[in-house]
Each structure stands twice: as C-alpha cells, then as structure tokens.
C-alpha cells in the first residue's frame, strides 16, 4: 500500500464523520488507525464507540476552550503542542496504517500551530501512510501537497432555524 494524504476542509458538516467512517472502515479491513482530535473536548457520541473498534485508537490531550487568535492561553498552546507531538510521531511509525488528525487546520488557523510544522509531517510521514486532516480552512501550501482535497459547504442546517444539535445525530 501506498499511503496518500487527504484533507477534508470547508465550513459545512461532515469533516470529522467522514474522517471517522474513514477510519471505521479501515479498521474493518484490519488496519491499524490513529485519531488525534485537536480543540474538541471529546465527549461526541461517536468517540465513546470508537472504544469497542479494534485497531482505533484515539488521542485528545484534553478540551482546550474557546481560541481566541489575539489572546491564546498557555494552556492552548500546550495541549496543542501535545496533540501535535503525539501526531508527529505517529506519522512515523510504520505499525500505523491511517492517522487522523481531525481539526489540525483549524488550530493552525487560529495560530496553535505553525504552517512549517503541518508542511513538515506531511512531507515526512512514512510512505504507506494514509493521513487526513480535518479542519475549517486548508491553506494553498497544504492544497498543493495532499492527494485528496474535498471541500464542505453548508446550503441549509437546522441551527440557522434555531433547532438545537441533537444528541447521536450533531454530537
């Protein structure tokens, strides 16, 4: 196998449900799948199942809050250094088929990250990898790079019709 790298971006929904049937069914076929989640706090319905999916594992260093990019804590920027770390090094373990990085573009945009940083594990992954990242925007630098780039736009969501997000369905 030879791995490709994928970046599903946009503001509509779907990014990170699409990066998880991803990974459910590449742990079906027997593969082994990193999810690392940057700036949520984990508590989505569909991370507790990820529990009982042989061959997933899934990484949050810890919920970091609202970012504000003119005011980022101490705290921000550590647990997105951990998340970046734990990432890093596994897009150089063989042992790993897919990693996920579901929202590492949004942290690069609100400056958690470097662009060099991001430019660097793509470009140093090992070569069976198959690596996705997840995010609201995708920088031009990273387009060019990546194999797989789809976009999400938003027509039409309930939120706009003041319907809450609906547990097993938005979270």
Not at 14 to 29: F, H, M, P, W, Y
Not at 74 to 99: M, R, T
Request: hydrophobic residues 40%; proline residues 4%.
């Amino acid at each position: 196998m030879y791995g490709l790298t994928h970046v599903y971006y946009g503001f509509g929904k779907g990014k990170t449900t699409t990066a998880l049937g991803v990974a459910i069914r590449a742990a079906g076929a027997g593969l082994n799948v990193e999810f690392v989640q940057f700036l949520k706090d984990g508590t989505s319905s569909e991370f507790k199942s990820l529990t009982h999916v042989p061959n997933i594992k899934y990484y949050n260093p810890s919920f970091i809050g609202f970012v504000n990019p003119e005011y980022i804590t101490p705290n921000q920027l550590e647990q997105s250094f951990l998340a970046f770390d734990y990432a890093s090094e596994k897009s150089k373990d063989p042992s790993v088929d897919i990693l996920i990085c579901d929202e590492i573009l949004w942290a690069f945009e609100l400056n958690l990250l470097t662009h060099s940083s991001i430019l660097n594990m793509i470009k140093s992954k090992h070569k069976n990898l198959e690596l996705i990242l997840t995010g609201a925007m995708c920088h031009i630098d990273i387009m060019e790079l990546v194999d797989y780039a789809t976009e999400f736009k938003c027509n039409k969501h309930p939120y706009y019709s003041n319907i809450p997000a609906r547990l097993g369905i938005e979270y």
